[in-house]
């Protein structure tokens, strides 16, 4: 079968993290059995290198600049050009700024040639490119890594909101918008069952399948000891809002309680970009901020437990599994482990839950505390994701997806 995907992220090397994980292994797992072609925008800090390398696993890879952003302005003006823009046209200003007229251009003739069988979005936010006539011709996926609705909708309800005023306005209009873009498309895509049933409340009609993401077992291998001791970790990329939220109340708010229990109690915060925030964090007592690292599975192989204190952000977590992969008991929030069975009466106990202070500072002494408990989640966890998150089941279901089964 002939598969365009669309990404305007470039989705390579996959240890980048974010929507390049999934979109590079999907890719990777379907392009022995089908001929891909990919469409993708080049940001200021992809090589030729990884393009070359990325090139290896596609049929035809093209790349185009990604857009630049000159064009509107800063301060309260450009806010407001944005918002006019968006109540104008429907489209938020992250999907309008990634929009390229060439790239869509490319599009649209080979949609015109009947050169593919079948167009996937790899991610909402190429959703653009996709004409709701397409259908008619061919089949059209949008992957949705996590509905920004729902998401919009948890940082107003959680107080993480970044500008309240500005979501507060936006929100009516990300509901339209949503609900527009998924009814275009002959099959939705989503990692969680959270978001599927958020997107069938906009098209009761859509076929929708739950996909959730996988884990890469050579970069996420099983410790092979529980090292003890007190020390904790959060990793994830630095720049991503619902991460800085993240980091910020398991430094600010969880971390001082736990060490006054255990004085030499440390935690590493890993992961690429950090803002100046997140690295500000680095100077109190116990904490490091590291930056970009070789290998995660190093630093959570050194970790007593793996915190997942995400109080907004829709979707799976590629941290959860990962960190549940390489062995490390983990202890989440709601938001961290949705979509995960994880503490269900009727399956075997695979992580803790928390989502207060006192809930983070309980869990994490039961862990610090229980050698037999650490052992228990640590074993149930990899079991777990050696049984459903693989990324050769994903693409798997991605590929009965594409055929529109």
């Known amino acids: 079968m002939k598969i365009l995907m669309l990404s305007a992220t470039f989705p390579y090397p996959p240890t980048r993290g974010g929507t390049q994980v999934r979109t590079f292994n999907l890719l990777k797992h379907l392009s022995g059995l089908h001929e891909i072609r990919l469409l993708t925008q080049r940001a200021d800090d992809v090589t030729d290198t990884e393009i070359e390398a990325l090139q290896e696993w596609v049929a035809e890879l093209v790349v185009f600049p990604r857009p630049e952003k000159t064009h509107l302005k800063g301060g309260v003006g450009g806010k407001l050009q944005r918002f006019g823009q968006f109540l104008q046209q429907g489209i938020p200003p992250s ?30 936010v190429n959703e653009i490119y996709v004409r709701p006539e397409f259908r008619e011709q061919l ?17 107003l309800q959680t107080g993480t909101s970044e500008n309240l005023w500005r979501d507060r306005l936006n929100l009516p209009l990300l509901y ?12 939705i895509v989503v990692t969680t069952d959270d978001d599927r049933q958020q997107i069938q409340a906009f098209n009761p009609s859509s076929q929708i399948a739950v996909i959730p993401n996988g884990v890469d077992f050579s970069q996420f291998p099983y410790r092979t000891v529980d090292p ?24 600010l708010e969880v971390f001082p309680t736990i060490q006054q229990r255990y004085p030499d109690t440390t935690l590493s915060l890993v992961g690429a970009r950090p803002t100046s925030d ?14 970009q690292v070789p290998s995660m599975a190093d630093y959570l192989h050194q970790a007593t437990v793996c915190v997942v204190s995400m109080r907004t952000g829709y979707g799976i977590k590629n941290k959860t599994l990962e960190a549940m992969a390489a062995g490390v008991p983990v202890v989440g929030s709601d938001r961290g482990l949705e979509g995960l069975e994880v503490d269900s009466p009727h399956v075997p106990l695979r992580a803790l839950r928390a989502n207060s202070v006192s809930e983070y500072v309980d869990a994490v002494t039961r862990l610090f505390e229980e050698s037999q408990l650490r052992q228990q989640l640590s074993q149930n966890g990899r079991q777990f994701i050696e049984n459903h998150y693989t990324w050769e089941r994903a693409a798997q279901l991605y590929e009965q997806v594409i055929y529109g089964k």
Not at 101 to 114: A, F, T
Not at 146 to 154: E, G, I, L, M, R
Request: with cysteine; charged share 15%.
């Open 95 to 124: 999907v309008l700024s990634i929009y390229s007229p060439q790239l869509q251009d490319w599009v649209d003739q080979c949609v015109k040639e009947s050169k593919v069988d079948v167009i996937t979005c790899e991610h909402s």
């Open 176 to 187: 339209r918008y949503e609900q527009r873009y998924c009814a275009k498309f002959s099959h």
């Open 278 to 291: 997140v690295l500000a964090l680095g100077n109190r007592p116990g904490i490091t901020v590291t930056g």
């Open 228 to 251: 003890g001791g007190h020390r904790l970790t959060f990793i994830g990329a630095m720049d991503n809002l619902a991460n800085i939220d993240a980091v910020t109340f398991l430094s």
């Open 139 to 155: 089949r059209t996926v949008v992957n949705v890594h996590s509905s920004v609705y729902a998401s919009c909708c948890n940082q």
